[in-house]
């Protein structure tokens, strides 16, 4: 396992640095990183660090694995890996496939979640995204017409 971050240039904002932690994650490779050794190279308390790991999870980037290192309890961070297609399953992306979706300029986005079964804020329930499907639905039987 990989106890060796190299030390990041200063990052400008927290999405950055989101970026930046995650990166050296993916370097970790399969043996994946401590979190403690993550947080003393990008000079940030175990509180933060712990948050910002805890985000990325949230997103399904990684896994964490409570672990004792060093005399103490830590987690090991590790990529989740995403199943490749087979090139003859790859299609490429329309924008028109996208445009006018709510999702971008929703003002619930932050607490969006498909896996908070619990949460009033979920795709399944948002009738936003039902009438824009519908109304795009109905849009592209019209333009199949002509």
């Known amino acids: 396992m990989s106890t060796d971050v190299s030390k990041p240039k200063a990052p400008k904002n927290k999405s950055e640095l989101a970026e930046q932690v995650f990166q ?8 994946g990183i401590f ?8 000079s940030i308390d175990s509180r933060d660090g712990s948050r910002l790991v805890g ?8 896994s964490r694995e409570k672990i004792l290192y060093k005399g103490r309890w830590t987690y090991k961070l590790i ?6 297609l087979k090139d003859e ?12 979706a709510p999702c971008f300029s929703c003002s619930y986005q932050h607490l969006c ?18 009438q824009w499907v519908v109304s795009d639905s109905q849009k592209r039987g019209s333009d199949e017409i002509k």
């Open 55 to 62: 985000n990325l999870e949230k997103q399904s980037l990684i």
């Open 79 to 84: 990529v989740k890996k995403i199943p490749h």
């Open 24 to 31: 050296a994650i993916v370097e970790g490779g399969d043996n």
């Open 89 to 100: 399953d790859k299609k490429p992306i329309e924008i028109d496939s996208v445009e006018g």
């Open 113 to 130: 979640s498909t896996e908070d079964e619990t949460s009033q804020y979920s795709p399944s329930k948002c009738v936003w995204i039902e």
């Open 35 to 42: 979190q403690t050794e993550l947080c003393k190279s990008f």
